[in-house]
């Protein structure tokens, strides 16, 4: 018999579609097993400040599965353990204070819902006594020990569809298109939705590039017949020998914001090709909308898993995707870490066989 009675349920950094199929998932297997369930606000704020929590039933996660978004609220800056407060006793740290919510909230555990940073702070609570249950959330899949996350599915659908769309405009302009999209330091989403888009050339982070090569490649498509080209660049990514090119500094609290790559990109290759050169930033858009059927699928058995772990008493974990399983791994082996495409990956090797440049090397001259 599980001595878990109450939990809370949070949602850390970034929105990602299917945030709210977890909770959904949460909230139902948790009642079915006789458990209450609090939702707290905007991630972990909702545990520092009182008020921010709410009771969650079955009646209030009807309908959310299909939502973008999170109906708790997220917030990417709040790591309570860097912000110590100066108070009459002296510096208090806002992760005591977390904890003492939680113990005054009476709850037996939380499901913390986040990427790397969510999780990081979700294990440093672990260690402050505090049962932990870790779901991996992040449209980048860049999360170590899960192969998929759910959120990037969606993200990378409509990436592919937004690289569609520019094909049309790019071959009846006769243009090289750039097309901008998120991933931080990984290049999982330009790697899918450049392939699955049948972009031309993909840049990323793990392969740093020559806009001389891609140019290269460029004036090679036009004399074979090509008149258009789509060129994809993860944010991330960067020239040889240069640095990722950020819109915001970070500080302890905050990542550094990326951005700025395509523009660079797009004007440069319009120099080097005379040819007309656009570029679009995809930005939020790949956050935003309805999860698609993998995501929502992913993300209930993320949360059903959740509260498997929870009511047998497996804590301080995050749960996994590991074909055809979801399995557990522990959380201190996830946070401050970051799954990068390996450079010899299997979808690197085919997207050069068939074409595709990655900037770094000249791709072969076809012959047939
Ligand atoms: O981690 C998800 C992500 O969308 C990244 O791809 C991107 O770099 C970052 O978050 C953007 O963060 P913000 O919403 O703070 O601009």
Redesign the pocket.
């Known amino acids: 018999m599980s001595q878990i009675k109450r939990i809370g349920v949070l949602t850390g950094?970034?929105d990602?579609p299917g945030l709210n199929a977890v909770i959904r998932a949460v909230v139902k297997s948790a009642c079915n097993a006789g458990i209450e369930v609090l939702g707290i606000e905007d991630s972990f704020d909702g545990l520092i400040e009182p008020g921010r929590t709410r009771p969650l039933g079955q009646k209030d996660v009807t309908g959310i599965l299909r939502l973008g978004g999170t109906i708790l609220g997220t917030r990417?800056r709040g790591n309570p353990f860097a912000y110590p407060v100066e108070t009459s006793e002296g510096k208090v740290d806002y992760s005591a204070r977390v904890v003492g919510n939680f113990h005054e909230l009476a709850l037996d555990a939380l499901v913390v819902i986040g990427?790397d940073g969510t999780l990081s702070i979700a294990h440093q609570l672990a260690g402050k006594g505090i049962p932990i249950v870790g779901v991996p959330k992040?449209?980048?899949n860049d999360i170590v020990g899960t192969v998929s996350c759910f959120g990037f599915d969606t993200a990378v659908d409509f990436a592919t569809d937004a690289i569609d769309r520019l094909h049309t405009t790019a071959e009846a302009h006769h243009r090289v298109m750039v097309v901008e999209v998120?991933?931080?330091y990984a290049g999982w989403i330009a790697l899918y939705a450049g392939v699955a888009g049948g972009a031309d050339v993909i840049l990323m982070p793990e392969i740093p590039f020559d806009l001389e090569i891609v140019a290269a490649r460029l004036k090679q498509r036009e004399k074979f017949g090509a008149r258009f080209s789509i060129v994809v660049v993860a944010?991330g990514a960067a020239p040889k020998g240069g640095k990722v090119s950020i819109v915001e500094k970070g500080d302890a609290a905050t990542a550094e914001?990326?951005g700025g790559i395509g523009v660079i990109c797009a004007r440069r290759l319009e120099e080097l090709t005379e040819k007309e050169t656009r570029y679009v930033v995809l930005g939020?858009l790949?956050?935003g909308g309805t999860p698609t059927s993998f995501d929502r699928v992913l993300a209930t058995r993320f949360g059903g898993k959740a509260i498997e772990c929870l009511t047998r008493g497996e804590f301080d974990v995050m749960v996994a995707s590991k074909p055809p399983d979801i399995v557990t791994v522990p959380l201190d082996e996830v946070g401050g870490k970051q799954k990068r495409v390996p450079p010899d990956f299997d979808l690197v090797r085919t997207a050069r066989a068939i074409g595709i440049s990655f900037g770094d090397r000249p791709v072969g001259s076809a012959r047939c």
């Open positions: 950094g970034g990602a990417n990427g992040t449209i980048d998120m991933g931080r944010e914001r990326l939020h790949q956050r």
